[in-house]
């Protein structure tokens, strides 16, 4: 039987989409082995959003809360997740490869001397030995990975696996208390400095990128305009983070963020192979770029041969009145 | 202060990837070989700390004889010593911070940069791993630090914000990019770098947790259709997201 410890990542109090997406894969996972699956929310008066994890195949979510993991600590939460995952003698711990997932999970694998799959895509069940696929070389290739120790860790891409709407079910609650010194805070989050309103290139399920093509930082309008519109993040290449009109925050590709949104709009961006590999994993990709011949409509699902200026406004104002806004 | 920083030696980012003859790796053959973008950003803060607190800057790198190159540039660059961590034999993410964590204790750094990840794995993992097998603080995906009595206080890159995290020394420091701009070597430095001597080493020997079964290039996206031209083409352009793709 395998058991997995599904780690539920909440924030601000709120367990994020992605919490959800990791038990359904987990859930998944068990399903073909006769398994079961337990989840872990970790933060501070946090009791009360763990029942809805039920509604997506938790049967039993372990609760550490505690006025001290108000923000997260790498060496705090890796120390809960191992010694939960010890209790549980879970075989297997799966989280979401974010900023806090990618942090936690080689602290935990070192702790629980266990291999680990970072980032993958797909998951499935060979032998009774779990197989993850991950991109490797930005997504230029991709690999199938096993892991030869007996406790393993696999984090999970956000967006890749579906979270499906919760069946409404409750899951029990169990509060669990893990002794924590200072030494466990020897690293620890402060404060948090939240852009308002800002949707992050790395969790949106839509994404407006903009290239050098714009020209000028302040024709970004045209993009954080249909942005809008979409309730999109807005993207940029690395040609116009290095010229300073756009923060490196929203730099997709090799050297910036690697994105998997469903619908991924790339205007006046040429198509660079540094900037493909960042986002060809998009499920849908739409290029608007005056020459017919740039290499971004090699990736496209749908393209438009066209000047910016006139055909992101035009859109901007179909997709509204698709959208009756 | 001592600084450490651990550098990877990684194929260039123009690298149009083919499948080796093993189908398990990257055919390295006509593949031109850089430092790890986001090593060489770590490189620089290690140089802007020795400059603002004084001390001595080494490089680490574990490979084979070509990570030589990866090092000479570090030197090129202003650190004060390199050394190389001898060993040709695949490793995971695992095996080279375990073989990182020996040699660095012996070093006994009180920072140790490592680059946010390595543009082959893209694990993003052995700065953080390593810290916990020497039982040091970490902060990853830094994009900005600065130091205060005996601790540091780092910007560490989140979804849509920032988190400020403080942290005890001894410390590993992974960078992002935007936590400084690499300078270039000077004409002076790369001479200089020539004849510094680089100190090899054997590394502690691999013990894989993880394997790779199989390699292969992702599925090609079929080849797509351009609606048309101008903002004429745009009313089929939403039917299609709208009815087609389903994504709007
Ligand atoms: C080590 C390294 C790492 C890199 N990492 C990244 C990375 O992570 N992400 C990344 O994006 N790049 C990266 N690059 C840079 C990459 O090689 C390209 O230089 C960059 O992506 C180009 O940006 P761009 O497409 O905006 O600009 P350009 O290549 O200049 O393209 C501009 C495009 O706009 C079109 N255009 C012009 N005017 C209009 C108009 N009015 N309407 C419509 N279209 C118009 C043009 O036809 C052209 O195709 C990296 C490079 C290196 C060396
Ligand atoms: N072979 C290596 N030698 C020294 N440092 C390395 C090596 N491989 C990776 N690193 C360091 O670990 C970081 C993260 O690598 P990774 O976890 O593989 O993405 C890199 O940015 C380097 O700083």
Known sequence: MMKILAFAEQRDGQLKKNAFEVVVAAKKIVGQTDGEVVALVVGSGVESIAPALGGYGAMRVVVVDDARLKYYSTTAYANIIAEVAKKESASVVMLAATAMGKDVAPRVAVKLEAGLAVDCIALKVEGGDILATRPVYAGKAQTDIKITTPVKIFSLRPNVFTAGTTSGAQASVEKATIPLTDADFVSAVKSVTQATGKIDVAEADVIVSGGRGLKAPENFNIIEELAAALGAAVGASRAVVDAGWRPHDEQVGQTGKTVSPSLYIAVAISGAIQHLAGMSSSKYIVAINKDKDAPIFQVADYGIVGDAFEVVPALTKEIKKLLGK | ?248
């Open chain 2, 1 to 248: 202060m001592k600084i450490a920083v651990c550098i990877n030696h990684v194929p260039d980012t123009e690298t149009k990837v083919k499948i080796g003859p093993d189908g398990k790796s990257i055919d390295r053959a006509g593949v031109n070989f850089i430092i790890n973008p986001y090593d060489e950003i770590a490189v620089e803060e290690a140089l802007r700390i020795k400059e603002k607190q004084g001390g001595e800057v080494i490089a680490l790198s574990l490979g084979g004889d070509t990570h030589k190159e990866t090092l000479r540039k570090a030197l090129a660059m202003g650190v004060d010593k390199a050394v190389l961590l001898k060993d040709d034999a695949p490793r995971d993410s695992y095996s080279v911070a375990l073989a990182l964590a020996f040699a660095l204790k012996e070093i006994s750094p009180e920072i140790v940069l490592f680059g946010k990840q390595s543009i082959d794995s893209d694990d993003a993992a052995i700065g953080v791993m390593t810290a916990e097998m020497l039982g040091w603080a970490s902060v990853s995906v830094v994009v900005k630090l600065d130091f205060a009595e005996g601790n540091v206080t780092a910007e560490r890159e989140i979804e849509g914000g920032h988190e400020n995290v403080e942290a005890t020394l001894p410390v590993v420091i992974t960078a992002q990019k935007g936590l400084n701009e690499p300078r270039y070597p000077s004409l002076k430095g790369i001479m200089a770098a020539k004849s510094k001597p680089i100190e090899e080493k054997q590394a502690a020997p691999a013990s894989n947790r993880a394997e790779v079964v199989e390699m292969r290039k992702p599925a090609a996206k079929g080849s797509g259709k351009i609606v048309g031209t101008g903002a004429d083409a745009v009313p089929e352009l939403v039917r299609l997201l709208h009815e087609e793709a389903k994504v709007i």
